[in-house]
């Protein structure tokens, strides 16, 4: 067969099995990992946040410590939503998610004729703007004390259950429609054509790409991605607060890509289960010094793991492979 | 109608006249060089036909449709097409995926997010074809940091082909190339398709005299003369040029 050109992913050619590994254990997760779901969920909407910045920074190469502002914004959303209009958890998500686009989509024509160090700060100070109107628009977004949300029941069919099972069930199907996407988009035309303008902008103008609009295409997919993470965040915990619009919630997301790997979609999984099972474990041996482990763990991927976490699994397969052809023989 | 029609250009650094009002004129199927020494504005001129730089007077008309306000891609749309001194190509991608994002942005494919895998095997095809005709077929697969120069610059050919262009741009196409690979690039040149307007830029004075049917002499931004090859080799003026005298 002939091959479809460049693989995007450098998972592109690994067996089902592998892309079925992930979500066999989100599922076997649900059945086995009991008292645990609400860390589950939380990972799941991490995943969702960091791939929503793998395809905005990984693929398309815009350089953004703003993405905080997508999930807050969608957090608040979805919030606002569920306490003033329908507190159905799922039209919630796609109200926040499609108005967390649009803003994404104009924040972009703003900023995105901007690159490098510009762009860096121009994401950041539309972040800190919207954290700052946030917390000084009490009668909307309840400022400090955030908002307290009450959430109907999934499709009117299933609870959110104090044990979190439905809301860990939710927020992974929830990441799996989103990653299918995601999988579609970074394959397709429009993904290679992201991938050119990363490389070289000036070829992608030579060959008559909008290369503006591309970038503003992408940034708004990816923003309503985030907006998506955050309004599971909200409707998961029935709660949202100024944490959600907050700096850090940019740099962990950053931390998790490249702690999993730029450009392979399942780095997010790996980065953020890392980073968030690491929180909770190291934090509990020590509750002032956890982010040691996790600054020593960043060191050592970007000095000797130039993919992420990633190339550790892509040196087992091959060694899985190699074991497997010798058996054979 | 011409295919490419110049009239009075004008463009300033500061003090510096780099294009003084410009003239040209490319009728479809023209093969035109345009030589001068270094400095001369012969890229400038090619940055302001595609765009990339804003004239500060004149008109550039595409078939007849005047596209001075037109962006850069817009121009590529419409077919003027170009190619650059300095290799722009994707080095991570291969060399097919390089011609095949090209045909895709042609076809208006380019925007597909969902259900593209025939568009995309329709682009992957046609970039075969087009790697085929100029001979690097065989390479198709392999990464473009892993090309020897020469055949980086047919890649640069072919992605300009598929573009389909009316007016392609030539920016010196065989610079860099040794002199034992530059008869690849001749041969390449000699058999581009007959309809397009061509416009060639190049040091290589063999290149372009062979290349050219007319041969336009820019100097200090200025076009210097015009004429047939043999009358250009033979103008005591151009050759004052190339040994070094200043044009008043």
């Known amino acids: ?68 502002a997508f999930f807050g914004f969608g957090a608040y959303t979805a919030a606002l939503f569920a306490l003033h209009v329908y507190s159905e958890p799922v039209t919630g998500l796609i109200v926040a998610t499609v108005v967390t686009g649009i803003f994404a989509a104009l924040t972009g024509m703003l900023i995105l004729h901007t690159q490098g160090v510009t762009l860096l700060m121009l994401t950041l100070a539309i972040s800190i703007l919207l954290a700052e109107w946030a917390n000084r628009a009490h009668g909307i977004t309840g400022g400090e004390d955030g908002l307290r949300v009450t959430m109907g029941y999934v499709l009117g069919l299933f609870r959110f259950d104090l044990w979190g099972r439905v809301a860990y069930l939710y927020a992974l199907a929830v990441l799996f429609v989103w990653f299918l996407a995601a999988w579609s988009i970074v394959h397709s035309p429009f993904g290679r054509s992201l991938d050119g303008i990363r ?23 990816s923003g309503a991605m985030a907006g998506t993470a955050g309004a599971l965040s909200a409707q998961t915990t029935r709660f949202v607060g100024l944490n959600t619009l907050h700096v850090l919630i940019s740099g962990i997301a950053v931390v998790m890509l490249v702690l999993g790997g730029t450009k392979r979609l399942y780095g997010a999984f790996i980065g953020a289960t890392i980073y968030v099972v690491v929180q909770d474990v190291a934090a509990k041996v020590n509750p002032f010094y956890w982010m040691f482990v996790i600054g020593g763990l960043l060191m050592a991927t970007v000095m000797f793991l130039e993919g992420g976490l990633m190339e550790v699994l892509d040196i087992a397969r091959r060694r899985f492979r190699q074991l497997f052809a010798r058996s054979r023989a | 109608m011409n295919a490419l029609e110049v009239r009075g250009l004008c463009k300033n650094f500061g003090a510096l006249a780099v294009a003084q009002s410009i003239d040209l004129d490319l009728a479809p199927g023209a093969r035109m060089g345009l030589i001068g020494p270094n400095g001369a504005g012969k890229t400038t001129l090619i940055n302001l036909l595609t765009g990339m730089l804003t004239p500060d007077a004149g008109t550039i008309a595409l078939n007849g449709e005047a596209i001075a306000g037109t962006k850069p891609e817009g121009r590529v749309q419409r077919g003027l097409v170009r190619t650059h001194q300095i290799n722009t190509l994707l080095t991570e991608m291969n060399v097919r ?61 072919a992605i300009a082909l598929a573009l389909k262009p009316r007016v392609l741009l030539l920016d010196e196409p065989a610079a860099g190339v040794p002199a034992t690979e530059s008869h690849i690039i001749h041969d390449v040149l000699d058999r581009l398709p007959k309809d397009i307007a061509i416009l060639i830029i190049e040091h290589d004075m063999d290149v372009v005299f062979r290349f050219a049917r007319e041969i336009t002499v820019l100097v200090q931004g200025k076009i210097l003369t015009r004429g047939i090859p043999s009358a250009i080799a033979a103008n005591p003026e151009v050759r004052a040029v190339y040994l070094g005298r200043s044009v008043k």
């Open chain 1, 1 to 68: 067969m002939k091959p479809l050109g460049t693989p995007t992913l450098a998972d592109d050619r690994v067996s089902p099995l592998w892309h079925a590994m992930p979500w066999l254990l989100a599922l076997a997760f649900y059945f086995m990992g009991a008292g645990y779901h609400s860390l589950g969920t939380n990972i799941l909407v991490y995943i969702l946040l960091t791939l929503s910045l793998d395809l905005a920074l990984g693929y398309a190469g815009i350089i953004t410590l703003g993405h905080a």
């Open chain 1, 199 to 221: 490389q070289n902008p000036a070829r992608m103008r030579a060959v008559g790409t909008p290369v503006w609009w591309r970038l503003v295409a992408i940034y708004a997919i």
């Open chain 2, 97 to 157: 995926d390089n011609v095949a994002v090209a045909v895709a942005e042609r076809d208006g494919v380019a925007w597909r997010m969902f259900r593209f895998g025939a568009q995309w095997r329709a682009c992957l095809a046609e970039a075969d074809e087009r790697l085929r005709e100029i001979g690097i077929d065989s390479v198709a697969g392999r990464r473009v940091s892993e090309l020897p120069y020469g055949q980086q610059r047919l890649l640069e050919i």
